[in-house]
């Protein structure tokens, strides 16, 4: 079996997208809790212009609801973009034709391949005895 690891990628600013989720989240809950009292319908994406008005007026005119926090109609787009999946290479395979990084404690990428031409000559050594 072959190990894989893999890296998600993500683009943008992980700070401002949880707010805005956290927002979205809100009117979630407001629409949950609140809604079938103004005959919403269930989701937010089903919204008519209108009851968007009224969703306002609603939640805005609801102390303790208004006093959470402002909230978000339209769900935030998400961060994650992608995923590069590497398959790690058996015992068997050449390490000198693989090109190997690890990340520090920094978060800086370190080139390795030093350290497997190393372990190559060393395997190399016990091989030859």
């Known amino acids: 079996m072959k190990m894989k690891c893999f890296l998600e990628i993500e683009i943008g600013h992980p700070q401002e997208w949880r707010s805005t989720q956290d927002q979205y989240e809100r009117a979630k809950e407001f629409l949950q809790k609140e809604g079938s009292n103004y005959g919403f319908p269930e989701t937010l994406e089903e919204l008519s212009d209108e009851q968007k008005e009224l969703f306002d007026e609603m939640y805005n005119s609801n102390p303790s609801w208004k006093a959470k926090g402002s909230y978000l109609l339209i769900e935030p787009t998400p961060l994650k973009v992608g995923r590069i999946v590497i398959e790690l290479f058996d015992k068997d395979v050449s390490l ?3 090109v190997h990084f690890i990340i520090d404690r920094r978060q800086r ?7 497997y031409a190393q372990e190559k000559k060393e395997k190399e050594k016990r091989v030859g005895r």
């Open 96 to 98: 000198l034709n693989c």
């Open 109 to 115: 990428l370190v080139k390795i391949s030093k350290l």
